[in-house]
């Protein structure tokens, strides 16, 4: 295996290469960009017409209470959990290969949430009142219900959030520093200012950097594991059939972490590209997410047995007929083509030739997250067509444009936030890999000098 | 505003229907519906629409299944002949030809069964779905904010969501039919969801009135629109409470409890009793005990 | 009454309009803005903000007047119009406005229920396609001119050459349009109705000596039904619900009914029979005279007449001939000698052939073997003022009227209450012959069919608006009183929508005037003329101790005024010469199927197809919205290869629709079904377009006895057009409904249940 990264890359070097992402990407980040507006705003148009007409402008009916905003929901917020894997629990384990990654991570984290929140105000019936889901403090005492799961979701949602964006924000006050060292004169030079909260580098500021990312960090991660968790209750504490599964909320964060990675993998390749990344985010980097993104894969995969067979040997005939249904109804070539890009299509993950093949795992990381999406979309949707009262079975419903242009908008919203982000803050954390620069160099001094203990 | 006025506030409202639970003192709202008088003609679920403004929603938006009647009336064939191993997703030729008719149609008007410990209520993300003291799950319209939550959880969908603002529709109230509308009761705009209320807006003015009057709500002081206009009577409406009511002694005489969920006499061999609550063993607890219907097998 | 009193204390009865203006105001105005802000508290619930809109000319809450009561709902009787069964409604009043109908506790009729198509009345009244102003040629005129112009039309044109076509007629109104007949010195009063029981009619005068019996469902053992669909669409359905709502009833003296329905497309009744039997189309007398002989077997006595007209008619050969098994025909012989006293209807779906009324002949004979003439079938008791009397309507008025048209002999027209243009088959050519008509006029609530055919069209009152009375022609009755009979009011519920709308019998004075000015100069207007009819009448109609202020209050109050009736005597058993019951006919090749007009129950004839309820409503039994269908057996249409939703064309002789096919396992093999009253190409936004119209295409063939056009008659032949949709109906695409049953709707057999007990 080839190195994470070169040891010999000067500090001023990285500080250079990373800053110039700032300044001048390649002309598809601009493709990229614009191409972002266009499709974020064929979302806007179907928003403004479905708040202006009415929740039936998604086609939605009785019993098909939920569509495709709830299941794209769900996946963004999947999405969101690599970014925490990636910077807090890797950070733990001290996984020095993370460094360069984690920061666009960890703002995918951020902007995925972002995306998801969007979709929950989308499905409201009247999302102009969305704010009686909140706990404010009011004359009449009216209290959301704190028995609902949608309202623990709400609020996993946003401390999620706003953790996420805190740590984010934290992580980078070192860069921002750098940058507005660096950058010339203008209003983004006044904006690092502030942002930098006047970091100096000292060696007390260094010290109490590390204890509160580390505090942070610890905090992050018991919430991303309970965050995917109760969007899980949203389905596991009711009580329909193909929902009320106890295997759920694992189920649940491991799809998260999954979409997660594979989401990283596509992201990885094109920042790599687009801002010239080539030196930091290396292929043995992509080879390592790759690895991590095929045992997350297997893991999903059992849990997915898992709930076929408790599903299949739970006597609960009617949960049974919506998995027969799922599997052989009208929704059957979404469910396998969710089991084809979900289980079968990272195998190709195994094979070492391709685990460093750009194109490949390219091409790989959109399949996959493609079959996660339907994953997602196979949850809610089968229980709805087929529940616990046949009379009300529906098995033809489909969402409508609106529906569509929605879904599709988001991933306009989500790219064009996130190329924005790149293009603002420095995309790869200059500090950290300074430091893996310098952990590389020590230990190749000490395999020059012989010395045991070097990683 | 502290958080033990929340703590305090929050353990007055939260119950655990109808176990552990105080019983209802004065009144607890439920429905007898005799399926062997029913005739299916559809007399209640036009009374609904009258007495509760729903909308007519036309031709497109039913066939979205995004029709609104808090009653519907279902239609069901013979029972001896759908094969076990049928095949759920074939959508138009499915096993029709083993239909019987010999024994006529069965017919079950499906509303809203108040259940006593409803999987709407629990979900509700704003608490726009509440259990009232006389036993029903109230629909605050201006609380609801449309997450829709309340209906996928209920197992008898029998909850309808305003997917759009049916007022302005063109099939709903043209001038001058506005002129028709209830006023006792609201039209719903769009985004919110709604349900059979059990006429809250007649049970209510019966309990003023015999308040009013100094004395508790006699059986037959309120009847629900689709109580009253039924030609053969099926339904029943009353205070489970209230010993004299006919829905007590009918709940009584079938011996079905409110607060089972499994009934002693389905256990027995010589049951000879008709009374059955629909998805009982999913533990809602519902106000609705049907009576089977009945069919002479000597001809 | 207050607001949800179902107390019986009688209500005050809306006043008559001219008062309100003789008060200083427009009372019409006033009910209309009072309703308006009636309106603005509906709407304003959900953020709906339209409230400010038209504030000005909201009244306040506290300027009330004497019969309105803010905020509270008042009940006012009235009569409901939807069809013809007359029942007793009670419709509740809230700030001037109409609300709600309800069925009137206190009548026989209905007591206290309303059936679905009774409740759309207030759709009917509130229609945003009500006709509002007198309409010349679509011109809109002023009444006076309106009136100039028939006046200016009639003169010189003589009694014979003037018809008034009308649906079924009683009370005032009717006693009015009799006197103007009589000064236009013209006979020509034709009454139609597309869908009544007028062979019904004439078969039972032949067998009991009564047109209309009355029929005691409650009171029978077992009800066997030859295609009478007394819970859906027959003669008086609420009446009937109710008795069958007693006959089911465990705890009762005589146990728990037991309904077997005899029909080759399964209605509303047929739906609810312990047993459904497709006999073949037009064989029900023949296994009604089977089922005679069955029963002599079985050891009934029959008197040895009957034996000799029924001997011909072996359940063997009967059993082959109706397709009912041998064994079939011996268990229903034997329930009906068991259990007595039980009750034989004969309805529509075994009178529409050209032997009709020997079918019915045949099933009644039944009665009379089992012994339930008098028991089961009772006389009910007639109106004594025969000229308020029902005329009932029939289809071979149509013909008549037709067969004048065609002539051209008619040089005015008048219509009301009918719509022949749309409801006569189109080999009839009548709307053609209807334009032969030198001046046509049409009494219209809608542009319909037949008043766009008009030359003129006067704006009719809705029920909700109008004076009028009626006498119902099945005549129910309070348990234990024989002779009851009684004369229905229907008063203003509120006041007119429209200024320029009236009430027939306001515009039948009108043209009375014209004639006989002297004679009807005291009326100012039909509520003067009603008043002082009832009042004139006030010792014969029961009020001879009662002041008439009171007596009049009180008529109101009840809209119910209970007659001393003339005792109708049912006859023994006739002596019947033989029966002309003809084998069914073996199948034309070019058209083997037989077609049957199904009569849904809020549809009937298509006259409330405008009513966006009654649309909206699943058909019961296909659970079909907005459209009109097929229905075909699934054997048959496995044959065909047609599935559901399939666009089928039938075609008969006649003509043919084109429509979407439903699988239907309640349907004879040999026959398919389409409802009657939808296929309106006027009318109203919500029927027009909706579906096919199945009367154009009946082929025409007439009952022998009665000349009524025999409905199940026409033969045809379907065919796949190629195009295929997914039904729009309640049922849900994927019929998942059969399958949850077990645990949902839940069947018992009767002896494993014990009724007797229950409360």
């Known amino acids: 295996m080839g190195k994470d990264i070169r040891e010999d890359i000067a500090w001023a070097q990285i500080n250079n290469d990373v800053l110039k992402s700032l300044e001048n990407p390649r002309k598809l980040y601009w493709v990229i960009l614009f191409a972002a507006m266009l499709v974020f705003s064929v979302g806007v148009g179907c928003e403004i017409y479905q708040y202006n007409v009415g929740l039936g402008a998604a086609n939605m009916d009785n019993p098909h209470m939920w569509g495709l905003y709830i299941a794209t929901f769900i996946f963004w917020i999947g999405m969101s959990h690599s970014g925490t894997l990636l910077s807090a629990i890797l950070h733990l384990m001290h996984a020095d290969w993370r460094k360069p990654i984690y920061r666009f991570a960890e703002a995918m984290t951020t902007f995925s949430l972002m995306t998801a929140g969007l979709f929950v105000m989308v499905h409201l019936g009247r999302l102009w009142q969305f704010y009686y889901a909140v706990p404010y403090p009011s004359e009449r005492w009216t209290w959301p219900n704190f028995q609902s799961p949608l309202l623990w979701d709400a609020m996993a949602i946003f401390t999620y959030l706003s953790s996420s964006v805190i740590f984010l924000y934290i992580g980078s006050i070192p860069d921002f520093a750098i940058a507005r060292d660096n950058i010339h004169p203008g209003w983004r030079k006044k904006l690092y200012s502030i942002l930098a909260l006047g970091w100096e580098g000292t060696d007390r500021q ?119 249904q799922k599997a052989t109804g009208p929704y059957a070539p979404f469910f396998w083509g969710m089991i084809f890009c979900g289980s079968v299509v990272p195998f190709a993950m195994m094979v070492k030739k391709w685990q460093t093949s750009i194109p490949v795992m390219f091409a790989v990381s959109l399949l996959l997250n493609v079959g996660m999406w339907l994953e997602r979309w196979m949850i809610v949707a089968p229980t709805y067509s087929h529940g616990y009262y046949p009379w009300t079975w529906d098995h033809n419903q489909w969402p409508s444009l609106i529906q569509w242009g929605i879904v599709f908008g988001s991933f306009g919203w989500f790219t064009l936030l996130f190329m924005v982000f790149c293009k603002i803050v420095p995309s790869v954390s200059m500090y950290e890999v300074k430091e893996m620069v310098y952990h590389r160099s020590l230990a190749k001094k000490k395999e020059e000098l012989g010395l045991e203990g070097g990683h | ?182 006023p006792d009761l609201t039209v719903r705009t769009k985004g919110v969801m709604e349900k059979c209320t059990f006429c809250k807006q007649r049970t209510y003015t019966a309990r003023n009135n015999a308040r009013s009057e100094g004395r508790p709500v006699h059986d037959g002081d309120v009847q629900t629109a689709c109580q009253q206009s039924c030609p053969t009577n099926a339904i029943s409406f009353g205070n489970l409470v209230d010993p004299e009511a006919r829905v007590a002694k009918q709940w009584e005489q079938q011996q079905v409890d409110l607060a089972k969920e499994k009934q002693e006499k389905d256990e027995k061999a010589d049951n000879k009793l008709r009374g059955y609550r629909i998805l009982e063993e999913l533990r809602p607890y519902p106000s609705i005990m049907y009576l089977e219907r009945v069919r002479e097998s000597a001809v | 009454m207050i607001e949800n009193g179902f107390d019986e204390t009688t209500s005050h009865s809306a006043k008559p309009q001219s008062e309100g203006q003789a008060a200083g105001y427009n009372r019409r105005d006033f009910l209309k803005t009072l309703g308006w802000g009636g309106t603005a508290v509906a709407l304003s619930g959900c953020g709906n903000t339209s409230i400010e809109n038209g504030k000005e ?142 062979v019904e009619r004439a078969a039972n005068k032949k067998m009991y000596g009564v047109s209309m019996p009355r029929y005691r469902i409650d009171k029978a053992k077992v009800v066997l039904s030859f295609g009478a669909d007394f819970l859906g669409a027959w003669i008086s359905p609420v009446n009937f619900s109710q008795q069958y709502a007693q006959f089911r009833k465990g705890s009762r003296p005589e146990g728990r009914g037991v309904l077997v329905q005899i029909e080759p497309k399964m209605s509303l009744t047929g739906a609810n029979a312990d047993r459904w039997i497709a006999a073949r189309p037009g064989t029900e007398g023949m296994l009604a005279l089977a089922l005679i002989n069955a029963l002599g077997t079985a050891g009934l006595s029959i008197p040895t007449d009957v034996t000799a007209v029924v001997k011909d008619y072996t359940p063997e050969r009967v059993s082959l001939d109706t397709g009912v098994s041998f064994e079939q025909i011996n268990r229903l012989a034997k329930l009906l000698k068991e259990r007595s006293p039980s009750l034989i209807l004969a309805g529509g779906a075994a009178e529409g052939y050209a032997h009709g009324t020997q079918n019915a002949m045949a099933i009644a004979l039944l009665n009379h073997v089992l012994g339930n003439v008098g028991k089961t079938v009772e006389a009910a008791a007639g109106v004594p003022f025969p000229q308020i009397a029902p005329i009932p309507g029939s289809r071979s008025a149509l013909t008549a009227l037709g067969n004048g048209l065609a002539s051209g002999k008619y040089k005015v027209v008048f219509t009301y209450g009918a719509n022949p243009v749309y409801s006569a088959p189109a080999v009839s050519k009548f709307s053609e012959n209807f334009s032969k008509a030198g001046f046509k006029v049409a009494f219209a609530q809608y542009l319909d069919e037949t008043a766009l055919a008009a030359d003129l069209v ?302």
């Open chain 1, 206 to 324: 260094w010290r109490n950097f590390r204890v509160t990312y580390l505090t942070v960090a610890c905090f992050l991660i018991p919430l991303a594991v309970s965050v995917h968790s109760i969007v899980a209750s949203d389905f596991a504490m009711s009580q329909q059939p193909g929902w009320h599964v106890t295997s759920f909320p694992p189920y649940f964060v491991a799809g998260a972490l999954y979409s997660g990675c594979a989401a990283i993998i596509t992201l990885f390749i094109i920042l790599r590209y687009v801002f010239k990344f080539e030196e930091y985010m290396t292929l043995p980097i992509l080879k390592k997410t790759v690895r991590l993104t095929f045992a997350i894969a297997m893991v999903w995969t059992y849990l997915n047995c898992i709930e076929f067979t408790a599903t299949w040997y739970s006597h609960d005939q009617v949960a049974k007929d919506v998995l027969i």
């Open chain 2, 1 to 182: 505003m502290s958080v033990s006025n929340l703590l305090q506030n929050w353990s007055t409202f939260r119950h655990e229907h109808p176990i552990n639970d105080k019983p209802h003192a004065e009144i607890k709202w439920a429905m007898t519906i005799d399926l062997d008088t029913c005739i299916g003609c559809n007399a209640c679920s036009v009374a609904c629409y009258a007495e509760n403004n729903l909308p007519v929603v036309g031709k497109e938006k039913y066939a979205h299944g995004q029709s609104m009647h808090w009653i519907r009336i279902e239609r069901y064939w013979g029972e001896t002949e759908v094969k076990e191993e049928y095949d759920p997703n074939s959508n138009f030729d499915m096993v029709q030809q083993d239909f019987q008719a010999d024994q006529g149609a069965q017919f079950l008007p499906m509303l809203c069964q108040q259940c006593e410990a409803a999987p709407c209520e629990t979900v509700c993300p704003v608490g726009a779905t509440n259990h009232t003291e006389d036993g029903l799950n109230s629909q605050i319209y201006n609380r609801c904010i449309g997450s829709r939550y309340c209906s996928a959880n209920c197992p008898f969908k029998v909850r309808y969501f305003n997917w759009w603002n049916y007022p302005e529709q063109e099939n709903a109230w043209p001038e001058p039919l506005p002129l028709q509308l209830n």
């Open chain 3, 57 to 198: 000319t909201v009244v306040s809450y506290v300027e009330p007047t004497d019969y309105q009561i803010p905020s509270i709902g008042v009940y006012y009787n009235s009569t409901c119009a939807q069809c013809d069964a007359g029942c007793n409604i009670m419709g509740r009043v809230r700030e001037g406005r109409v609300l709600k109908l309800e069925g009137n506790p206190n009548s026989p009729v209905n007591r206290g229920k309303l059936c679905g198509l009774g409740q759309a009345g207030v759709q009917a009244h509130y229609n945003p396609d009500r006709v509002r102003q007198p309409l010349l040629k679509g011109e809109a005129i002023t009444w006076d001119k309106a009136l100039g112009l028939i006046a200016e039309k009639l003169n010189g044109v003589k009694g014979e050459e003037v018809a008034f076509l009308t649906g079924t007629m009683s009370g005032h109104v009717r006693a009015l349009l009799g006197n103007y007949m009589d000064a236009l010195g013209s006979k020509n009063h034709f009454v139609y109705e597309a869908v009544s029981p007028a």
């Open chain 3, 458 to 759: 006067l704006p009719l009152d809705s029920a909700m608006e109008e004076w009028a009375t009626e006498v119902p022609e099945y005549m129910a009755a309070p348990e234990g009183n024989v002779g009851y009979a009684q004369l229905s009011v229907r008063q203003p519920l509120m006041g007119r929508l429209y200024p320029d709308t009236r009430g027939a019998g306001d515009i039948l004075l009108a043209l009375l005037k014209q004639r006989k000015a002297d004679e009807y100069k005291g009326f100012e207007d039909f509520y003067a003329y009603l008043q002082s009819a009832i009042m004139k009448n006030k010792a014969a109609l029961g009020g001879a101790d009662c002041a008439d202020d009171k007596f009049w209050n009180d008529t109101l109050g009840s809209a119910i005024l209970p007659l001393k009736g003339v005792a109708g005597s049912i006859s023994a058993k006739p002596a019947i010469a033989g029966f002309a019951l003809p084998a069914p006919v073996t199948a034309d090749a070019s058209y083997p199927l037989r077609l049957i007009p199904s009569i849904s129950h809020s549809m009937r004839d298509g006259r409330n197809a405008n009513e966006p309820w009654l649309q909206e409503s699943p058909d019961p039994m296909t659970t079909i919205v907005w459209d009109s269908w097929v229905e075909i057996h699934p054997k048959t249409a496995a044959q065909l290869g047609i599935r559901e939703g399939d666009i089928v064309e039938v075609t008969s002789k006649s003509g043919s629709i084109k429509s979407q096919a439903y699988l239907f396992p309640g349907i004879h093999p040999d026959a398919v079904s389409v409802p009657m009253g939808y296929g309106h190409q006027a009318m109203g936004r919500y029927a027009k377009g909706v579906g096919a119209n199945v009367f154009a295409m009946l082929d025409p063939v007439y009952d022998k006895e009665t000349g009524e056009l025999a409905y199940h008659e026409t033969s045809v032949k379907i065919s796949k057009t190629g195009e295929r949709i997914i039904i729009v109906k309640e049922e849900g695409p994927a019929r998942g409904s059969q399958v949850g049953r077990k645990k949902i709707a839940v069947k018992v057999s009767a002896d494993k249940v014990d009724l007797s007990k229950e409360v």
